[in-house]
């Protein structure tokens, strides 16, 4: 399994401690405000807006909440402007590094995020610098502890719902599709009665960096600090760590 994806399966198991809730519905409310100015604020017509809104409910944001956040955004209330963007860079021992950002002030955030880089031996970089490692994809990942099905019934019903790839692991199960797709699959593999611990759209590394020591130390150092920026909506890297060293995260 990619690192991003090893990362993004021990950040969904750990669970979000109440001190960062407050963080977790500050980024959701900035990209349900991008996605209301950008496609409107119905959901059955922007399905954009669709799709956040059922990670807002997930999240356990009140609907009252994302109503509100929805109305700022069309101009109903009065709100905050954001600018969506992506940054680029490489990380500790040269892993890959992209980041979503929803800013209200790009010379504040690009400043601060470029001293998160630098600190950790990293630098941020231009435009394109990395983007061509990565392709954007459905991504589900079921857990194989207690698991019953037989994973050759887990890729047909997968294919089936039109999963383009399944990697089978030691403890995961991992099964891409294209992001157009990602709703059927996801349902269908749910509907099939399986453990479900990641299931987003996200920036799949194309190929990985492995990285050992105080590399691989740093890395995930920088990858918390990134992650915990107010500005920083997801963080996509395609190193490759030992699942013991990931594991003590």
Known sequence: MSGHSKWANIKHRKGRQDAQKAKVFTKI???????????????????????????????????????????????????????????????????????????????????????????????????????????????IVIDKEGLQTDSDEIMMTALDAGAEDMKEGDETIEITCAPEDFEAVETAIREAGLDVSVAEVTMVPQNNVALTGEDAEKMLKLMDALEDHDDVQDVYSNFDIDDDLLAGQ
């Not at 807002?56 to 109503?67: E, H, S």
Request: net charge neutral; proline share 4%; hydrophobic share 40%.
């Open 29 to 139: 409310g900035k990209e349900l405000i991008i996605a209301a100015k950008q496609g409107g604020g119905d959901p059955d017509a922007n399905p954009r807006l669709k799709a956040v809104i059922q990670k807002a409910k997930a999240a356990n944001i009140p609907m009252d909440n994302i109503n509100r956040v929805i109305q700022k955004a069309t101009g109903e209330l009065e709100g905050v402007n954001y600018e969506e963007m992506v940054y680029e860079g490489y990380g500790p021992g040269g892993a890959a590094v992209m980041l979503d950002i929803m800013t209200d002030n790009r010379n504040r955030t690009a400043g601060e995020i470029r001293h998160l880089f630098a600190k950790q031996g990293g630098n941020l970089g231009e435009s394109g610098c990395v983007a061509w490692m990565f392709k954007k994809q459905g991504l």
